[in-house]
């Protein structure tokens, strides 16, 4: 989650730029991955693009050096040791995959953004990360919070998807245990209250997120 909303509103802030260079690769990576399925992404990216990037990356031995010894609240939580590489993809391209439909949140955002207050910040001659930080950022935060919680959320049930590629997380564990105890509709009615839980408390955590922002405004 956190690498998406990063990625995504740097994503977001480069094709708001005026030049060419910077918005065009942004605009490029927006288009190709909003318009793949995304199962079909998930597997392009853990069968050819992850095998190719992890090992250059240097990942794939750091993973192997810390699989010797492993606390058993490491591997409750994050699978075994073997599937780590698996999970790591699953991270990058979730993150990724949600990063596009952020992006174009943030930029919808910035557009939002009345030209007089960017000419107020100019004017003053602040620097961009201070223009962004005080001017801009609470503006904008302010109107994509909705869509910013819908996309979050999706994104949480989006984690569904990598269960294909054996990575250990709430479906593919649900479906482990409704395959080995034959209470079918018992482990999947636990599993949809999970998810139901998980997306009301980040709903409830966006509105707060919103109200606060409202009243930042207000001042």
């Known amino acids: 989650m956190v690498q998406a909303l990063v990625l995504g509103s740097l994503i977001g802030i480069a094709r708001s730029q005026k030049a060419w260079f910077v918005r065009l690769p942004a605009n490029a990576f927006v288009q190709l991955v909003r318009n793949i399925p995304p199962l ?7 069968f050819f693009i992850s095998n190719q990037l992890i090992p250059l ?4 031995e750091l993973l192997r050096d810390h699989t010797a010894e492993v606390h058993p609240l490491i591997t409750w939580l994050f699978g075994p040791a073997r599937l780590w590489e698996n999970l790591l ?4 391209c979730i993150g990724l995959l949600s990063s596009a439909y952020i992006a174009e949140i943030v930029r919808a955002g910035l557009a ?9 910040a100019d004017s003053l001659g602040l620097p961009t990360w201070v223009k962004y ?5 609470p503006q904008v935060l302010t109107a994509i919070t909705p869509a910013l919680a819908g996309q ?11 269960s294909l590629i054996s990575i250990q997380e709430l479906t593919f564990v649900g479906s482990e245990i409704a395959n080995s105890s034959g ?37």
């Open 40 to 46: 079909v992404f998930v597997f392009i990216f853990y």
């Open 57 to 60: 990356l240097g990942l794939d």
């Open 89 to 92: 993809s699953g991270v990058l």
């Open 112 to 120: 939002n953004i009345p030209q007089g207050q960017w000419e107020a």
């Open 133 to 137: 930080r005080y001017v801009i950022a």
């Open 152 to 162: 979050t959320i999706s994104l949480i049930k989006d984690t569904s998807i990598i």
């Open 183 to 219: 209470l079918i509709f018992e482990i999947w009615l636990i599993v949809g209250a999970a998810y139901l839980v998980l997306c009301l408390s980040l709903s409830m955590l966006f509105k707060q997120v919103e109200k606060r922002s409202l009243r930042h405004l207000s001042r």
